[in-house]
């Protein structure tokens, strides 16, 4: 069979599931339609072959994100890391002749590099921030007048970042009042009911607050 004339993407789609959990088995199988449905996208530019591998290799990448000994799920968003490895191995192997890659395990592995790429920008992003966002609960007694005004801006970013009221409450009761979980839930039980609420949400925060440079930026400058 000619796989670039006589097979359509659902057909290959289903033939290269079919082939991928042969393979997760230990059984006999073989991945020239999971190769055809790479040639396609790369060659072709065809939506539908590359909607089908994101499809059918999700599962083995979040296994790889998760497995990434930088991988910090406190500050990374699996899913977020998977979708932008996928960004960065469509975008670089456009630059690329797809005839450079000879078989699935070759894309394969390069699609594991992208995923690296991904996570070492996110944990050097967070390393940047010289002082963690849990640690700006000391500004508030700041007296350096130019502290005071980046402490100010900080704060204005934070509540540009996170919009949503609850959050601005919550970050200000953790990150500038220093509450516990467990205060919290019981001072505000209308909108967290038990101190595990209240984790899910700080934890939320954070991963949003480390993302934007502008805070990032100006944690840096409070702490030269």
């Not at 469509?90 to 699935?104: A, D, E, V």
């Not at 070759?106 to 921030?129: D, G, P, Q």
Request: a positive charge.
């Amino acid at each position: 069979m000619n796989l670039q004339n006589e097979i359509s993407i659902t057909e290959l789609k289903k033939k290269c599931g079919e082939q991928t959990r042969k393979f997760h088995k230990g059984e006999e199988h073989t991945t020239r339609f999971c190769f055809e449905l790479f040639r396609r996208f790369f060659e072709e530019n065809c939506d539908e072959a590359i909607a089908a591998v994101y499809a059918i290799y999700r599962p083995l990448i979040s296994h790889w994100v998760k497995k990434h000994k930088y991988f910090d799920e406190n500050f990374m968003d699996k899913d977020e890391v998977v979708f932008d490895s996928m960004s960065n191995f469509i975008f670089s192997l456009r630059r690329y002749p797809f005839t450079n890659f000879t078989s699935i395990g070759a894309l394969l592995s390069y699609w594991r590099k992208c995923i690296h790429t991904v996570i070492m920008s996110y944990w050097r992003k967070n390393k940047r921030s010289a002082m963690n966002i849990e640690d700006v609960s000391s500004l508030s007694g700041e007296t350096d007048y130019e502290r005071q005004v980046i402490a100010k801006d900080i704060w204005a970013r934070v509540r540009t970042v996170l919009c949503n009221p609850d959050d601005i409450l919550l970050s200000r009761l953790i990150f500038v009042y220093n509450m516990k979980p467990r205060h919290i839930a019981r001072e505000y039980p209308e909108k967290w009911k038990v101190p595990d609420d209240v984790r899910v949400n700080q934890q939320r925060i954070k991963r949003q607050l480390q993302k934007d440079e502008q805070l990032l930026q100006l944690l840096e400058a409070i702490n030269n």
